[in-house]
């Protein structure tokens, strides 16, 4: 026998990052949209140009560099050699464009936006967050989209990658879907029985309502949905803790959401239910999942459930370093994006219990990009604690984390984002909700980029 014997396994593993499928291809690279052309197409849309403090002249001359970037001098292959326009049904020329003095007057000039339409707004300078935040949830309501585009970005000696993820978040906001997962059948990322949520709270200061926000994801087809639940907080110190009744309901909710929505037709209802939130899990919410659970146990359709908890990093969380990587690209100690070390208990308990840790390196150097790149110095990883009612989650966690880093539309380029977006989103909703009057409207992720 062991004198000291270790109470938990550590393991190493490199999840080797997915692919992303396009309309005419895969690809380990989200920049690859041009050449292989969007998932789902985006629809036709009115265009209307705002500028804040920048001329008409200067705002439709910026619109033609976004329209046409390598016609303007751009010569990133990220395009393709092609135009906006080609990748669009009908034309982007502008129905209107004007002018506003400050940005505390964006809200008034789109009073009159017809619904459906796309705001495209360059600014000169910082954007004040109340005016972004105020101008997103009046688009929200009146069922329009607003892209907010700094002039500083054409003024850049290339700013050809700046560029190419305006193009996909405009793709995205005119209902088009830039890319979704590449699930290999034979060892999926992500299950397709499988629903994500990701929660988040927000305050409704007039009427001091307390809302759940819920981000359910169906990865298959990037179905998605946001829904506001009002609901009766606890209080665990200065943290808001969801009650019993409160968690239950999300869950149900939710699990409706993916039976109805869900278009594979495989899968008959949900199997797995895996969620994300930036606080532990607390006695009173442990009550509600375990009840829910049970609840589906005694309908004879059985939930496998993980509750993630993506800890806030600061500098005290772990990093790797990766000893065989001193010679990549004099990168030094560079982790490979990929690398994930689990740490599990050495007995597996009964029922919803802790099944430990995973510190997962979701940014670092990356072989399968055009050219091998990474984040300089020693970038923080992904730190997931993890609670299941089986035994191999953090298997499952590890890869389903890996992909969500590459499924975000605002970061097309961006490799060095390291969290799962089911967080990003429902967060964000937090900060536009407070600006908005209806809590009733289920949002669509488009309407957040």
């Given at each position: 026998?062991?004198?000291n014997?270790a109470?938990v396994?550590v393991?190493?593993?490199?999840?080797?990052?997915p692919?992303?499928?396009?309309?005419?291809?895969?690809?380990?690279?989200?920049?690859k949209?041009?050449?292989f052309?969007?998932y789902?197409?985006?629809?036709?849309?009115?265009?209307?140009?705002?500028?804040?403090?920048?001329?008409?002249e200067?705002?439709?001359k910026y619109?033609?560099t976004v329209?046409?970037?390598?016609?303007?001098g751009?010569?990133?292959?990220?395009?393709?050699?092609?135009?906006?326009d080609?990748?669009?049904?009908?034309?982007?020329?502008p129905?209107?464009?004007?002018?506003?003095s400050?940005?505390?007057?964006?809200?008034?000039?789109?009073?009159?936006?017809a619904?459906?339409?796309?705001?495209?707004?360059?600014?000169?300078?910082?954007?004040?967050?109340?005016v972004?935040?105020?101008?997103?949830?009046?688009?929200?309501?009146?069922?329009?989209?607003?892209?907010?585009?700094?002039?500083?970005?054409?003024?850049?000696s290339?700013?050809?990658?700046?560029?190419?993820?305006?193009w996909?978040?405009l793709?995205?906001?005119?209902?088009?879907?830039?890319?979704i997962?590449?699930?290999d059948?034979?060892?999926?990322?992500?299950?397709?029985?499988?629903l994500?949520?990701?929660?988040s709270?927000?305050?409704?200061?007039?009427?001091?309502?307390?809302?759940?926000?819920?981000?359910f994801?169906?990865?298959?087809?990037?179905?998605?949905?946001?829904?506001?639940?009002a609901i009766?907080?606890?209080?665990?110190?200065?943290?808001?803790?969801?009650?019993?009744d409160?968690?239950?309901?999300?869950?149900?909710?939710?699990l409706?959401?993916?039976?109805k929505?869900?278009?594979?037709a495989?899968?008959?209802?949900?199997?797995?239910?895996?969620?994300?939130?930036t606080?532990?899990?607390?006695?009173?919410?442990?009550?509600?999942?375990?009840?829910?659970?049970?609840?589906?146990?005694?309908?004879?359709?059985?939930?496998?459930?993980?509750?993630?908890?993506?800890?806030?990093?600061?500098f005290?969380?772990?990093?790797?370093?990766?000893?065989?990587?001193?010679?990549?690209?004099n990168?030094?100690?560079?982790v490979?994006?990929?690398?994930?070390?689990?740490?599990?208990?050495?007995?597996?308990?009964?029922?919803?219990?802790?099944r430990?840790?995973?510190?997962?390196?979701?940014?670092?150097?990356?072989e399968?990009y055009?050219?091998?790149?990474?984040?300089?110095?020693?970038?923080?990883?992904l730190?997931?604690e993890i609670?299941?009612n089986?035994?191999?989650?953090?298997?499952?966690?590890?890869?389903?984390?890996?992909a969500?880093?590459?499924?975000?539309w605002?970061?097309?380029?961006?490799?060095?984002?390291r969290?799962?977006?089911?967080?990003?989103?429902s967060?964000?909703?937090?900060?536009?909700?407070?600006?908005?009057?209806?809590?009733?409207?289920?949002i669509?992720?488009?309407?957040l980029?």
């Amino acid at each position: 026998m062991e004198k000291n014997p270790a109470l938990v396994d550590v393991k190493y593993d490199f999840i080797d990052p997915p692919m992303i499928k396009f309309r005419d291809g895969d690809a380990p690279e989200q920049d690859k949209m041009a050449n292989f052309g969007p998932y789902a197409p985006p629809k036709e849309t009115n265009v209307y140009l705002v500028g804040i403090n920048i001329s008409e002249e200067d705002v439709r001359k910026y619109w033609d560099t976004v329209r046409r970037p390598v016609e303007n001098g751009l010569k990133g292959y990220i395009f393709g050699g092609k135009t906006l326009d080609a990748l669009f049904p009908g034309s982007l020329d502008p129905v209107a464009s004007m002018k506003v003095s400050e940005d505390q007057d964006i809200i008034g000039a789109l009073k009159n936006i017809a619904k459906g339409s796309l705001v495209v707004i360059f600014h000169s300078g910082m954007v004040d967050q109340d005016v972004y935040y105020g101008a997103k949830s009046k688009a929200i309501e009146n069922g329009f989209r607003i892209q907010f585009i700094g002039k500083k970005h054409f003024e850049e000696s290339d700013p050809s990658y700046v560029i190419f993820g305006i193009w996909v978040q405009l793709i995205a906001k005119c209902d088009g879907t830039p890319w979704i997962l590449q699930n290999d059948p034979n060892k999926p990322f992500i299950s397709n029985d499988t629903l994500i949520i990701g929660l988040s709270f927000t305050r409704d200061l007039k009427n001091n309502v307390y809302y759940g926000i819920s981000h359910f994801l169906d990865v298959n087809n990037m179905n998605q949905e946001i829904v506001l639940t009002a609901i009766k907080p606890d209080f665990a110190g200065r943290s808001l803790v969801y009650s019993k009744d409160d968690i239950t309901k999300i869950l149900s909710n939710g699990l409706d959401w993916f039976n109805k929505n869900h278009s594979g037709a495989e899968v008959k209802y949900a199997g797995r239910i895996y969620l994300y939130k930036t606080t532990p899990l607390h006695p009173q919410e442990r009550a509600g999942i375990e009840s829910f659970i049970d609840g589906q146990n005694k309908k004879e359709q059985a939930i496998l459930f993980s509750h993630i908890h993506v800890k806030s990093l600061s500098f005290g969380t772990p990093r790797i370093y990766n000893l065989e990587n001193v010679g990549y690209a004099n990168f030094g100690y560079m982790v490979k994006k990929g690398e994930a070390i689990s740490i599990r208990p050495k007995t597996n308990a009964e029922g919803f219990a802790r099944r430990g840790a995973v510190i997962l390196a979701t940014t670092g150097f990356y072989e399968k990009y055009r050219k091998p790149r990474g984040t300089l110095g020693t970038p923080m990883p992904l730190f997931l604690e993890i609670e299941a009612n089986f035994p191999n989650a953090l298997d499952d966690v590890e890869r389903q984390a890996m992909a969500m880093t590459m499924l975000d539309w605002e970061h097309p380029v961006g490799l060095e984002y390291r969290n799962p977006f089911i967080i990003k989103y429902s967060r964000r909703m937090s900060k536009v909700s407070r600006h908005m009057q209806n809590f009733d409207k289920a949002i669509d992720i488009r309407d957040l980029l």
